[in-house]
């Protein structure tokens, strides 16, 4: 047991007791404890151990919260269940809040009331990073961010050769010399972002975007300073943090005079820049943002590529990752584009908004030390996979597709793990 400062106490209480955060308290206060979250989530599910019930998390944030900001939290704490800040608490606050919840949002969805239960998490997970205790191996995925421009420290250098042989690839692919993959071009429509992760083990995913740009004519390049379309300080609570990682991304397409900018497949990337990020830096993006996946939608229905879904032939099924889906209303996108690219398509269940965390969001791809829970929870995703009989699996996630391969080998699933971009791209016509 660690013994914590009462400076870093008052830094974690500051997010419960100093901020106007009707949000917050409202849905603290609101939650009725009837049981219906538990069902929802998928460690419950997997371990059904009552400390993992959503309601129980938000009941310990707003344990504190009563403790410290209540008249009758403070005068008497045993009869309102008001917590003190002690070392148990933040304890419990780590494991439950960081090693236990992937802020998935199912339970909200099913919450009889409506508690924004991931937001409390979220909230929760706030406090803790005030208190520096973010998990060491979640903290240095932020940290590489922030000092080499992307989480995964790749270096300039490795970068350039990386897209030129890539570049060389989708020459040879499409018997075309000028396809190019431009870099730091200014006044282009388009600056596309990318997962680090593509870069450093799935480069054919850029290919892929790079075919299909190049098939719809499309004015875009990518940035070698600021690409990176990640923010785990999303999920780690550190609030600047998240807010320098996403004035990079912005002063970038300043800098390149930038018509919008493409968000590469990446749920929480996705989010964390679209949605939060205005919020972050407290002010409203002067440009367009939209995901990649809402793009080739474009392209197919104006007709700037055309599609032979006889390409791909084998059964596809799609998961949906919880960001772009439950919290960021991308839902019928992707089938539609599925549809278009496909012969064989066969929804999981339950999908859509009510479909399973793969287990890999809320930043435990990252944290080793929830390797075990991680993969207990993955058990229920991989008996959805079984159960479509698809041999390949869909996710416009890198996040997903990491899990997701993990998944495919520890329950030997034998299935093709792809992007949405892959698809796209094996089915284009391209005309000579």
């Not at 090693?99 to 929760?124: L, W």
């Not at 859509?352 to 791809?365: A, E, W």
């Not at 329950?411 to 992007?419: A, D, H, M, S």
Request: net charge negative; charged share 25%; glycine share 6%.
């Amino acid at each position: 047991m660690k013994t914590y400062t009462d400076e870093k106490k008052a830094a974690a209480l500051a997010v419960l007791t100093t901020q106007a955060d009707a949000k917050l308290i409202t849905h603290m206060n609101s939650c009725v404890h009837c049981g219906l979250c538990a069902d929802s989530c998928i460690y419950y599910r997997a371990m059904p151990d009552e400390k993992y019930v959503p309601a129980k998390k938000v009941d310990l944030v707003a344990s504190i919260y009563r403790r410290y900001a209540t008249t009758t939290g403070k005068l008497f704490p045993k009869l309102t269940g008001a917590r003190d800040l002690d070392d148990a608490t933040i304890d419990e606050m780590v494991d439950l809040l960081y090693g236990a919840c992937t802020m998935c949002g199912r339970c909200t969805i099913h919450c009889s009331i409506g508690v924004d239960i991931s937001y409390v998490v979220r909230k929760g997970r706030e406090m803790l990073a005030n208190m520096d205790l973010v998990p060491a191996t979640l903290q240095k995925t932020v940290d590489a961010a922030l000092e080499t421009g992307n989480n995964m420290g790749i270096s300039d250098q490795d970068f350039i050769d990386t897209l030129e042989w890539l570049e060389e690839d989708l020459q040879m692919e499409m018997e075309d010399d000028n396809v190019k993959i431009p870099l730091n071009v200014t006044g282009k429509d388009i600056l596309y972002t990318l997962n680090p992760r593509e870069p450093k083990f799935f480069p054919l995913s850029i290919t892929a975007m790079a075919k299909v740009f190049e098939a719809a004519g499309e004015s875009w390049t990518l940035s070698t300073r600021m690409y990176d379309v990640t923010n785990y300080a999303y999920y780690s609570g550190h609030l600047e943090q998240a807010a320098i990682i996403t004035q990079r991304l912005v002063d970038e397409v300043r800098h390149l005079q930038a018509g919008k900018v493409v968000l590469a497949e990446c749920g929480h990337g996705s989010r964390a820049f679209r949605w939060e990020g205005p919020n972050y830096i407290q002010q409203t993006f002067p440009f367009e943002t939209i995901t990649s996946i809402e793009l080739m939608l474009q392209y197919i229905r104006e007709g700037r590529i055309r599609l032979d879904p006889s390409k791909n032939k084998e059964v596809v099924t799609l998961h949906d990752p919880c960001n772009l889906v439950r919290s960021g209303g991308v839902v019928q996108q992707q089938r539609e584009i599925l549809k278009a690219s496909v012969l064989h398509f066969v929804e999981m269940t339950p999908h859509g908004i009510d479909n399973l965390c793969c287990g890999g969001g809320g930043g435990q791809l990252a944290m080793s030390e929830y390797n075990d829970r991680r993969m207990s929870i993955a058990r229920l995703k991989a008996d959805q996979i079984k159960a479509t009989g698809a041999t390949v699996v869909v996710t416009p996630c890198h996040n997903c597709v990491d899990q997701l391969t993990q998944i495919n080998v520890t329950f030997k699933l034998g299935v093709q793990i792809k992007t949405l971009a892959e698809i796209v791209a094996d089915a284009i016509v391209l005309d000579k």
